[in-house]
T-cell receptor, first 113, second 115 residues
Framework: EDQVTQSPEALRLQEGESSSLNCSYT??????LFWYRQDPGKGPEFLFT???AGEEKEKERLKATLTKKESFLHITAPKPEDSATYLC??????????????FGQGTILTVHP | GAVVSQHPSWVICKSGTSVKIECRSL??????MFWYRQFPKQSLMLMAT?????????EQGVEKDKFLINHASLTLSTLTVTSAHPEDSSFYIC???????????FGPGTRLTVT
């Protein structure tokens, strides 16, 4: 069974204080690892897809990296508008081709001005 | 691109009634859509996978006769909660898969409250 564990559960940062969120995963074979941002009362917003160990992707102040066992979401010089819940999900290569995602519990990020 | 809409955004219904939620891909065709449920302070739990023109695949523990899914076109999937009860109150979110990029885009969600 696929498992995704995110840490920490909650993270409070001062504006400009860089940090990283962790996503550890267990799958029989990784087809893809996904990062989403979710604001309260809204659906998740797609951020990145990573496919193989060593891959990195960037978007504004966010950078996602991938190893064979975990992924990190690095946040550089965060701003209050980066406050949200960040979700990690994996897609098992051994599953059907329909693209089922297994989500972690998320990390609630709060950035104080 | 890759915009997904849901309707309604929120709904309140009485116990025992049925509620239909629509999920549309606005600027792409989605052969596969997914329905998730999210309880407060919890992550998304997949309920079912909806494929255009075929029966939905339900996750273990999800009652197929209670949560009816129809994916009649490449841009529309519907979830009907039949004989709703207060324990069905939740945030229901759909997603649509962009096959060529293996990415899933989510709708804004529907807040269901059963009184």
């Amino acid at each position: 069974e696929d498992q995704v564990t995110q840490s920490p559960e909650a993270l409070r940062l001062q504006e400009g204080e860089s940090s990283s969120l962790n996503c550890s995963y267990t799958v029989s074979g990784l087809r893809g690892l996904f990062w989403y941002r979710q604001d309260p009362g809204k659906g998740p917003e797609f951020l990145f897809t990573l496919y193989s160990a060593g891959e990195e992707k960037e978007k504004e102040r966010l950078k996602a990296t991938l190893t064979k066992k975990e992924s990190f979401l690095h946040i550089t010089a965060p701003k209050p508008e980066d406050s949200a819940t960040y979700l990690c999900a994996v897609q098992d290569a051994g599953g059907t081709s329909y693209g089922k995602l297994t989500f972690g519990q998320g990390t609630i990020l709060t950035v104080h001005p | 691109g890759a915009v997904v809409s849901q309707h309604p955004s929120w709904v309140i219904c009485k116990s025992g009634t049925s509620v239909k939620i629509e999920c549309r891909s606005l600027d792409f065709q989605a052969t596969t859509m997914f329905w998730y449920r999210q309880f407060p302070k919890q992550s998304l739990m997949l309920m079912a996978t909806s494929n255009e023109g075929s029966k939905a695949t339900y996750e273990q523990g999800v009652e197929k006769d209670k949560f009816l899914i129809n994916h009649a076109s490449l841009t529309l999937s519907t979830l009907t909660v039949t004989s709703a009860h207060p324990e069905d109150s939740s945030f229901y979110i759909c997603s649509a898969r962009v096959g060529s990029r293996n990415e899933q885009y989510f709708g804004p969600g529907t807040r269901l409250t059963v009184t």
